[in-house]
Nanobody, 123 residues
């Protein structure tokens, strides 16, 4: 049974930092692309960052230079380090796994999803 479990969300002031984690089980983690997505109230889900099995990363422009995606294959864990957070980063953040991903920030390319973790940034 595939499971993705996120943690690390919370409430911070603008300029603060958070690190999200996503522990995966039930599939060969190092063969899949992994991504972080977010959805703010009233908005569509947005791809934030991704990492493919070869370690290549992709970021949406709005987080470049502030967020870093990484993974520990030995622990089947995906991370998202978020620095210099802004109020517009407020959203529910989801991790996702996809076996055959071409467009790494496109949510329909991913098959497995976590339950999400809330990130709230106050001004």
């Amino acid at each position: 049974q595939v499971q993705l479990v996120e943690s690390g969300g919370g409430s911070v002031e603008a300029g603060g930092s958070l690190r999200l984690s996503c522990v995966s089980s039930g599939f060969r983690y190092n063969r899949w692309s992994m991504g972080w997505f977010r959805q703010a109230p009233g908005k569509e889900r947005e791809g934030v960052a991704s990492i493919d099995p070869d370690g290549r990363t992709t970021y949406v422009d709005s987080v470049k230079g502030r967020f870093t995606i990484s993974q520990d294959n030995a622990k089947n864990t995906l991370y998202l380090q978020m620095n210099n957070l802004k109020p517009e980063d407020t959203a529910v953040y989801y991790c996702a796994a996809g076996r055959y991903v071409a467009d790494h920030l496109r949510d329909i390319e991913y098959e497995q999803w976590g339950q999400g973790t809330q990130v709230t940034v106050s001004s």
